[in-house]
């Protein structure tokens, strides 16, 4: 939406929706909304919940990333540019208060409008992201992502999915049904990879496909992925 005039929203959702698709996603740019420290303004000419109801009008659903950071080769992964007026500033750590405190603050002003619009609520949205590629740096802090969860806990019920970020789609580690399975599940998860992923149980099909080579690449025909189980575990699979 933030890539789109607004103008041709309407226009490009229904490409989509004719070319076959069924759902779109879209990252929400902090520093789109919160130009100033202190202001949060999700209309204009970045208007997202008008995005979303378009979304929702021509029928398609709608999976949001809202970050804090979002890489997308957007201009410091969607932090704004305040934040840097403090020259300690400590970014995507559990170790730095004040960092986590304007994280609290962007969260409290966008994620109770992104609940009124889930699926649960007669809304589009099916599914949420938290972060984005946490871990790729060398870092691990699951205290951070355990933070992040808590104040995405405005979003919806459980069941979370945790799993090492490197070993595929169906993988997972543990399926968390409570809120005290989650740190359990975030240490199960680092025994096998540094970079952890966390995601929202949905209840949908999952489709894979697998692509060989650069200079002529081959791909296999599209399957469906259908574990034995309830939930693929790093074992299992």
């Not at 520093?31 to 021509?58: R, S």
């Not at 970050?67 to 995507?92: H, K, Q, V």
Request: hydrophobic share 40%.
């Amino acid at each position: 939406y933030y890539r789109v005039h607004p103008l041709q929203w309407g226009d490009r959702l229904l490409r989509m929706r004719a070319a076959g698709l069924n759902t779109v996603m879209t990252y929400v740019p902090w520093n789109l909304h919160a130009t100033t420290k202190g202001e949060f303004n999700l209309g204009g000419p970045y208007d997202l919940v008008n995005f979303i109801q378009q979304v929702h009008k021509v029928g398609l659903y709608l999976i949001v990333r809202p970050g804090p950071y979002i890489c997308a080769e957007w201009e410091f992964g969607g932090f704004p540019s305040w934040i840097l007026n403090d020259p300690n500033m400590r970014l995507r750590t559990s170790q730095y208060q004040p960092y986590l405190g304007h994280v609290k603050e962007y969260f409290s002003h966008l994620l109770p409008v992104l609940a009124k619009y889930t699926y649960k609520r007669g809304g589009p949205i099916i599914a949420f992201q938290v972060e984005n590629e946490f871990g790729s740096f060398g870092v691990h802090d699951p205290a951070y992502l355990e933070f992040i969860l808590d104040q995405a806990e405005a979003l919806g019920d459980y069941p979370f999915f945790t799993k090492p970020a490197n070993m595929g789609s169906s993988v997972g580690v543990t399926k968390c049904r409570s809120r005290s399975d989650l740190y359990e599940g975030l240490l199960e998860a680092a025994r096998f990879d540094r970079r952890i992923l966390i995601e929202r149980g949905i209840n949908a099909r999952e489709i894979e496909v697998s692509v060989l080579g650069n200079d002529d690449p081959q791909a296999s025909l599209p399957g469906e992925v259908c574990p034995a189980a309830d939930f693929y575990s790093y074992e299992a699979k």
